[in-house]
């Protein structure tokens, strides 16, 4: 089978919409979370390592409720998204205090994932067969003779990640006539509407419709460590360039760095489409959505009562 490939697990948000730390608010009343279950999904895909990316001063509380369960199962590291990890020379603005964003996030995982690895949010339920697909992908010999980086994603319908509860961010994306990704647009504020959806570039002025079979990316990423090099040049680009703009709240986000570089020949990323319903926690109103949903995969017999017993 070869390396088994690593989990990373972005878990350092900050939850502003939401109003607390999501990644450890039960769902069940077996008091699992969602990210247990990706867990679950994943070790049992074929994954062998899991990494979890938080907030130093979370690591107590995290520990606790997640990845002491965990780490009974499978080998576990910690990494810490600390705001002064950042390239030299670089002056963090006065009253900054949120997270660099997801690339910035990937780019702390450098020492400690040597191996292929896949990226997901702590907070996103995405189905058991987006785990299967981005294992057999990661263990598959993915180099070529054209020079570039070979990544993939999992897509999903935008009809299936929409809440009825306000906004949502998303990668919305294109691809060629071979199923790998030409163009991926970050959507900041999609919402849901009667008839399909919309979203908005300035703040709710004006509106465009876009259709709810759109492909999206959820953050589920298929990597292998040559991504880390050109995060960094990412980082060193996003602080010279883009942070100024608007110094308290700009992100160096993850799926732009990537179609930057599907954009410049530097790598291809398939795409791995999922018509699973994906479903997350984004605001509280969510929540009994997503307990409702998972009971019905218990029932059905996807997972057991306990996970980790």
Not at 21 to 40: G, T
Not at 114 to 138: C, H, M, Q, T, W
Not at 277 to 287: A, I, R
Request: net charge negative.
């Amino acid at each position: 089978m070869g390396i088994k490939p690593t989990l990373v697990i972005l878990a350092a948000g900050m939850g502003s919409r939401y109003g607390g730390l999501k990644q450890i608010d039960p769902i069940d009343e077996q008091q699992h979370k969602i990210i247990d279950f990706s867990i679950y999904d994943a070790l049992r895909a074929g994954f062998g390592k899991v990494v979890f990316i938080i907030k130093r001063e979370n690591e107590a509380d995290f520990r606790k409720c997640v990845g002491d369960a965990v780490s009974r199962f499978v080998p576990v590291e910690y990494v810490f998204q600390d705001m002064d990890t950042i390239p030299a020379g670089v002056q963090i603005p006065e009253g900054r205090v949120k997270p660099w964003g997801t690339a910035h996030a990937i780019a702390c995982c450098k020492d400690v994932v040597k191996e292929p690895f896949a990226v997901i949010n702590s907070d996103d339920y995405y189905g058991v067969d987006a785990y299967r697909s981005l294992a057999g992908f990661l263990q598959e010999e993915n180099s070529t003779d054209d020079g570039k980086k070979h990544f993939c994603m999992v897509g999903y319908r935008l009809k299936n990640t929409l809440t009825e509860h306000g906004s949502v961010a998303r990668g919305c994306c294109r691809m060629d006539e071979d199923g790998y990704l030409t163009f991926i647009q970050e959507l900041t504020k999609i919402e849901k509407t009667p008839d399909g959806a919309r979203y908005t570039e300035d703040d709710g002025t004006t509106y465009q419709p876009i259709s709810v079979d759109t492909l999206v990316s959820m953050n589920m990423w298929g990597f292998d460590p040559s991504i880390f090099e050109e995060l960094d040049r990412s980082l060193e680009r996003f602080f010279a360039e883009e942070m100024d703009k608007n110094p308290l709240k700009s992100e160096c986000f993850l799926p732009i760095e990537v179609g930057r570089l599907v954009k410049e020949g530097k790598a291809s990323v398939k795409v791995l489409s999922s018509a699973d319903q994906w479903f997350g926690v984004t605001y509280k109103e969510d929540k009994p959505f997503v307990m409702d949903s998972i009971r019905k995969l218990k029932e059905a017999g996807v997972y057991p009562e306990k996970l980790w017993s």
